[in-house]
């Protein structure tokens, strides 16, 4: 503030681990400026977390940072545009979740704030305000390799050591379990004792007590939820979820659920159109078949009642946002009428209709095609990385692979605010019965030294 006051230029990166209140900080930080009539720019990396902060939006969308900085490295920001003058008039920014950012993206915003206001310091001598969790999942590179990632994360860029560090380091989120923050903070940043293969040893008290027995899963849900035909109730269905690493079971927790929820199934089939209408009628049952990174599915089977997850940005500005979590509350043949179950929204009712996804472009298939579906997927389960920056009440992970990625195991179990509401299930691949209750926890250490941490 005295940055602010002072009128001085001033860059900082808040660190804390999740439940810390760096939330709180930066809605603190906004009211005090937009009290005296000036005004703080609030943002994030993801729509989840900048649906927490009062007139978030997401960075991409705030300074038309572009998706795809491989050839173009600047911000589409114009000094004579409205853009161009709101941040010459503000006086704060806030970037929440900056370390699932690209450091390209970040540096992108460098220059062109310097740009924009006409200025060489840093960030254009604009009081900028990053902050996040190194120890959280970190930004995604694809088929990146593990230096490819630690190269691409913010650690690395040439604005690092400009940025002054502030840590938060008292759990507010699980201070009645303080023994289980502790175990959390070993797994965050790698401290927990490890075996062979990177594999630590999760407390009994944590685990599903039986994990290679057919009916493990079962008992995962029962623990998560124990009386589904009952869970109608927003509060009691929509704080709780089942985490797992992979997409594929996601859906196998989702289908179970489904099938077990009361109320009768409806059925949406997307409409996917292949970009040569002449490869319709060999392709088109495969392209059904498919269901890509970020895509609904072919299928999509609903029930009233039931949580569902927003896949797309559709209007951040109005709580939803890619993650926010739902609730159906009618199913219509061309809308769905839903209602939002968690954040500054929560009870609003909105209506979402079907839209046009289009699948990475980085990734092969047969042709190129486009799907029309409702932006939406079942959330009773749903993949670790989608749950980074929630909190739940009950949270059930459900190991049937190993994480694969840096941050993963501890942002499944750090999503639950004490010991006894989260329960794992760890079905490794490779059975040996001296290692049960045995998995694996990948933490980029060179990442966490480089950010100060360990």
């Not at 088929?143 to 913010?154: F, N, W």
């Not at 002054?164 to 070993?186: C, I, V």
């Not at 057919?214 to 109730?233: G, N, Q």
């Not at 500005?317 to 159906?328: A, F, H, K």
Request: proline share 6%.
């Amino acid at each position: 503030m005295k940055c602010i006051d002072d009128r001085k230029n001033g860059a900082f990166f808040v660190d804390g681990p999740g439940g810390t209140g760096k939330s709180f900080l930066y809605r603190a930080l906004l009211a005090v400026v937009r009290s005296k009539g000036c005004i703080g720019l609030a943002t994030a990396t993801s729509g989840i977390a900048a649906s927490i902060l009062p007139g978030g939006r997401t960075a991409h969308s705030r300074f038309k940072i572009p998706i795809d900085l491989s050839n173009v490295k600047s911000c589409s920001i114009s000094k004579q545009s409205s853009l161009g003058s709101l941040i010459r008039e503000s006086v704060l920014i806030v970037w929440d979740e900056a370390p699932m950012a690209k450091r390209d993206a970040i540096e992108a915003l460098d220059l062109a704030l310097k740009d924009v206001c006409g200025c060489s310091e840093i960030f254009g001598g604009k009081v900028i305000v990053f902050g996040g969790d190194f120890r959280q999942v970190l930004l995604v590179v694809r088929r990146g390799s593990r230096k490819e990632t630690v190269d691409a994360c913010l650690t690395s860029s040439y604005l690092w050591p400009l940025l002054k560090k502030l840590k938060l380091t008292e759990n507010m989120r699980a201070r009645l379990d303080p023994l289980f923050t502790q175990t959390l903070l070993k797994i965050g940043n790698g401290q927990e004792k490890t075996f062979e293969d990177d594999l630590i040893k999760i407390p009994a008290p944590l685990a599903i007590n039986d994990p290679m027995a057919e009916e493990s899963l079962d008992e995962l849900i029962k623990v998560i939820y124990p009386d589904l035909a009952s869970l109608t109730e927003v509060s009691r269905s929509i704080n709780r979820a089942i985490l797992t690493s992979k997409n594929c079971f996601v859906d196998e927790v989702n289908t179970k659920l489904i099938n077990e929820f009361p109320g009768n199934l409806v059925e949406y089939l997307s409409f996917d159109r292949v970009e040569n209408p002449s490869h319709e009628a060999e392709y088109g049952d495969l392209i059904n078949s498919l269901t890509p990174s970020g895509l609904p599915e072919h299928r999509l089977s609903l029930k009233e009642n039931a949580p569902v997850i927003l896949l797309r940005n559709l209007d951040p500005t109005e709580g939803l946002c890619n993650g926010t979590r739902l609730i159906c509350k009618k199913l219509d043949k061309n809308v769905i009428h839903a209602e939002i179950a968690v954040g500054e929204f929560c009870g609003k009712s909105v209506f979402i209709h079907r839209i046009p996804f289009e699948p990475p472009t980085d990734e092969q298939y047969p042709v190129p095609y486009t799907r029309t579906q409702f932006p939406l997927r079942l959330c009773f389960a749903m993949t670790i990385n989608k749950a980074q920056g929630q909190t739940l009440d009950s949270v059930g992970v459900y190991l049937r692979e190993p994480v694969f990625s840096h941050g993963q195991l501890y942002v499944a179990m750090s999503r639950a605010k004490t010991s006894a509401s989260v329960k794992l299930l760890i079905k490794p691949p490779f059975y040996n019965e001296h290692r049960l209750n045995y998995t694996r926890n990948i933490v980029y250490t060179e990442v966490l030294q480089a950010a100060e941490i360990v």
